[in-house]
């Protein structure tokens, strides 16, 4: 299969080949990207004509103080320093871009330490230095919903939201003309269209992933009503997945806005369905071997993977800090609705916030899938915090417990860890226990503070000073 021209000919590996082939391309301006620490791309564009391959080693500045949770107004310059192995040509401009993601550095020459992408690559080159393992794979299951319209507003004396799509259950009784076909609540996994009007909106949003060089391996609707879709990529190795999630709800949110719909990635938009997660499939691999393989091991798993799966439960509570780290994640995060709450491991069990697929036997195909992380999540600082606490079971051989290969939702008489009920509580389970996550220096002190302080005022204690419009249902007239 001959290279999307999209992407650059694999000839191209040094910053004067790539700005060459962009100019052969007709490339009229590079956008350059990167993460602020709630996960958000941000960018600016760059005219092609102005662009050279200094920018790789000299950087572009741009003022740090305007990003959530960056600098100080007194110490605001800051540089991209652009990864060539990151381009590719944009589908979604108009003018023919090329798109950089990159990396935040001070400008005395030093990678910013709240850089969530300086923090991933700390997080592999830690796992390399340690020898247990050269490579972390992951492989995120990013669940979002398809609106037609979503509406929202609040001040001192309103607060409203309301959600609009042709495919939502609730609009059986929508004005004539009324071709019906709508997935039941908690029924939209997976009946062919008519039921799923998603079909083509999505093969659209796969077809431009690929061309990209992202690698899909399915796409379907999921379990909720109003437009609930999943698209799966190919695992891929740390810091390379955390791009690549970035790109894909670019994607999607793209070519849904292209297209007259709204995509939305909020784990919980819907009351009484199914919200939208994030299940992260992972694994450790040495010399091209899969640590986490024992043909005679629980699930085939090793025992290093049992000791990494002790790691991921004992440090759940703080780890949810990143992997759900907003008020609305705690909307998803409770018993029902498939929502993995229970902080125990199970092969095959939906109901627990670990399960080890057993699709297939082969060696290749063993991991593990941790289910409470939402798409909300910061890529970089999730994946790098889950495989820190992986490290953590295995460098202390931490016991997972015996497996619950039992409903968890029916026998409740059996009692288990669970996870936080709030963003709140997430949030002070961090600040208690996060010393793993400073093993190698992978995260700072710093960006964990400021990330608390960001989340706690800005998110967590903002919702929770607001009323709610079921207030006035329970206690308006107390």
Known sequence: MSKSPLLP????????????????QGVQEVDVKFTDIRGVWQHFSVPMASFDADAFTEGLGFDGSSIRGFQAINESDMNLIPDLTTAFIDPIPSAKTLSLTCDVYDVNGTPYSRDPRGVAKRAEAYLRSSELADVCYFGPEAEFFVFSSARWGEGMGHSFYEIQSNEAAWETGAPAPNLAYRPRTKEGYFPVPPMDKMQNLRATMVATLMSIGIDVEVHH???????????????????????TLQVHKYIVKNIAYKHGFTATFMPKPLFKDNGSGMHCHQSLWKDGGNLFFDKNGYALLSQTALHYIGGILKHARSLLAFCAPTTNSYRRLVPGYEAPVNLVYSARNRSAAIRIPMYSTSPKAKRI????????????LAFAAMLMAGLDGIRNKIDPGKPADYDL????????????????????????DHDYLL?????TRDLIEVYYEYKKVNEADA???????????LYFDA
């Open 369 to 380: 899938e941790f289910r409470a992380p939402d798409p909300t999540a910061n890529p970089y």
């Open 463 to 473: 919702v929770a000073m607001r009323p709610h419009p079921h207030e006035f249902d």
């Open 9 to 24: 000919p694999d000839s191209v590996t040094t910053p004067e080949a790539l700005v060459s082939w962009a100019h052969e």
């Open 439 to 443: 093993e190698g220096g992978v995260f």
């Open 221 to 243: 609707h999921e379990v909720g009503t109003a437009g609930q879709c999943e698209i799966d990529i190919r695992f891929a190795p740390l810091l390379r997945m955390a791009d």
């Open 409 to 432: 939702y029916e026998e409740r008489r059996r009692r288990t860890p669970v996870a936080p009920g709030s963003l709140h509580e997430s949030l002070e389970a961090l600040m208690k």
